[in-house]
């Protein structure tokens, strides 16, 4: 059960949210990207491929990883806008002290703030991708061995972004969280790009960079694991060029990361409470 | 029994700059309290550490009894901010709403309805905090820090905003809250406004209390303006001196219609603590 003055909170942030202009980009956007990926289905899937190759699981698979990184980047997006004038940005404007004067105080702030970013965004990657998923399927006839596990992958991840900017808006005022919080969103892609291409060439040292971005910046993680699901029941040569893909060489995080990711994500609030608990207002 | 509101020894300091040097106070209930003072004197980082939206380096402050931030300490406070804005697309009924929930306040429509009369909104109830002009803004925030009928009301400049009829009211409502037994600290610039509503003052320069006491107290008497046919007059004088004033005044041919004893004001008496001193 969540308590009043957490709910009180979050439902403001719910409310902000069709309130605010710039939210409205985040909608404008996600139409966009669909209307553009139903066009990409319709032509890619009647695109005839050779004989020994299952042309469903290829494109459908190729899409759907494309959709999986446009999904993250517009839920990221979404998570950062909620989140990143939270704490400094909300005070400097005399919005956040009538708040937390009251006997929910900080803490409650926090969570209130923290669960709506989260749930919202978290609920905006699984909507967009279980779109994207019925199209592919309508048009194609393909879908992944495990439909709702890349889904649940993407929601961890813009769970782990929305905490990431919670604590960078504690720090840093509003711009400079927003511009920092979507370079390390960033810094997490490229680093999981790096860590890719070493497993592919075989150098040690591009994959422990890839790992530890990996436990620096789960979200890294929890997408390659859920483009990883799916293309994990494609095999023979389909399977191989799928993985040969832009989006095929995907780890599986495995159980571990699960843990990590919600060990992770406790302690980046934590952080967040403590640096709050001692900020002065 | 505890007082209200009490800072000992109170100390902040901000790197090397010091906002508070040790400052001693007291509010009780029933007690309007008035907090002077130049920019910078530490009258706003008292404030908040009363709220605990800051941290005290040294001293301690409480608010009835406990330690000030606590969440025994914020049910009892009410607050508004120098520097404050609302949710721009709610109601001010909306907004009175999400601060009883916050409050845990279980005074429902009646207790918004009453508070919005107080401040006079209540013809505005509905209309969005966007379309409200500042007066009214800062009347809105007067009444949500009012929910919960709070034991200690801390208002940071709660007048700056308000024309003369909206700081009348103010000055009423202070002065109902003072019949009710809320204690009042205020801090304020408009030192007229302070020495027409507080019990006591104090005085903070250089995060010190230079001076504190009742407004009498900080005044005083400054002989007597006397109305002639040649018009208004002040004369330095003791009121034993008056009646020979008078009776010299009469005898050299003045028609005296009036004769009012004089006091220096708060704001004469400030300018003499502080040296002037512009913040």
Redesign the interface.
Do not use: S
């Given at each position: 059960m969540i308590r009043g003055d957490v709910a009180v909170v979050a439902g403001l942030c719910v409310r902000e949210l069709g309130r605010r202009r710039v939210f409205w980009v985040v909608p404008v956007l996600t139409a966009g990207f669909l209307g553009l990926f139903t066009m990409a289905c319709a032509y890619t899937f009647s695109v005839s491929a050779p004989g020994q190759l299952d042309r469903a699981a290829l494109v459908g698979s190729t899409l759907m990883g494309l959709a999986m990184f446009s999904i993250l980047f517009l839920g990221s997006v979404l998570a950062v806008f909620l989140t990143f004038t939270a704490v400094r940005g909300d005070a400097e404007v005399g919005m956040l002290q009538p708040l937390v004067v009251r006997p929910g105080g900080r803490a409650g702030f926090l969570a209130g703030r923290f669960l709506a970013a989260a749930g919202i965004s978290a609920a905006y990657v699984v909507a967009v991708y279980a779109v994207a998923l019925v199209v592919t399927d309508a048009i194609g006839g393909w879908l992944p061995p495990s439909p709702a596990t890349p889904a649940l992958a993407l929601a961890g991840a813009v769970v782990v972004v929305a905490a990431i900017s919670l604590l960078g808006s504690v720090h840093l005022s509003t711009i400079a969280n927003g511009i920092a919080a979507l370079m390390v969103f960033g810094a997490g892609l490229t680093a999981g790009l790096i860590g890719q291409i070493g497993q592919s060439i075989g150098s040690t040292r591009l994959e422990q960079i890839g790992t530890a971005a990996s436990y620096a910046l789960p979200f890294e993680a929890l997408y390659e694991a859920g483009l990883h699901n799916l293309t994990a029941g494609t095999g023979g040569l389909t399977g191989l060029i799928v993985r040969l893909g832009p989006f095929g060489g995907a780890q599986n995080g495995g159980p571990g990361l699960v843990a990590w990711s919600v060990v992770y994500v406790l302690l980046v609030l934590a952080a967040t409470a403590l640096s709050f608990a001692r900020r002065d207002l | 029994m505890d007082p209200a509101f009490r800072v000992e020894r109170l100390e902040k300091y901000y790197g090397g700059v010091t906002a508070l040097a040790g400052v001693d106070l007291e509010v009780d209930a029933g007690e309007l309290f008035g907090l002077l003072g130049p920019n910078g004197a530490g009258k706003s980082t008292l404030v908040?550490i009363g709220?605990?939206?800051?941290?005290a380096d040294g001293g301690r402050a409480t608010v009835c009894g406990h330690a000030a931030g606590s969440?025994e300490a914020?049910?009892r406070?009410g607050?508004?901010?120098e520097?404050?804005?609302?949710?721009s697309?709610l109601s001010a009924d909306e907004v009175l709403t999400?601060?009883q929930?916050?409050?845990?306040s279980a005074g429902g429509r009646e207790e918004r309805e009453r508070l919005l009369a107080m401040v006079g909104l209540s013809d505005v109830a509905t209309r969005r905090v966007g379309a409200m002009s500042k007066g009214m803004q800062q009347r809105l925030?007067i009444a949500?820090a009012l929910i919960g009928a709070p034991a200690v009301l801390i208002l940071d400049e709660p007048t700056s905003a308000l024309d003369p009829a909206g700081r009348r009211l103010v000055r009423d409502l202070l002065a109902g809250l003072r019949e009710q037994g809320t204690a009042v600290l205020l801090n304020s610039h408009l030192l007229s406004e302070v020495e027409m509503v507080c019990d006591r003052v104090a005085i903070l320069s250089h995060g010190r209390v230079v001076a504190a006491g009742t407004p009498d107290s900080l005044t005083s008497a400054r002989g007597v303006v006397v109305e002639t046919q040649e018009g208004s007059r002040r004369f330095d004088v003791a009121r034993g001196e008056i009646p020979d004033l008078v009776a010299r005044l009469v005898a050299g041919g003045d028609r005296i219609f009036s004769v009012v004893p004089s006091r220096s004001t708060l704001e004469e008496f400030y300018l003499e603590t502080v040296g002037g001193e512009i913040g």
């Open positions: - | 908040r709220c605990g939206l800051a941290r969440v914020r049910r406070i607050y508004l901010a520097l404050f804005r609302f949710p697309w999400v601060h929930r916050l409050a845990r925030g949500q």
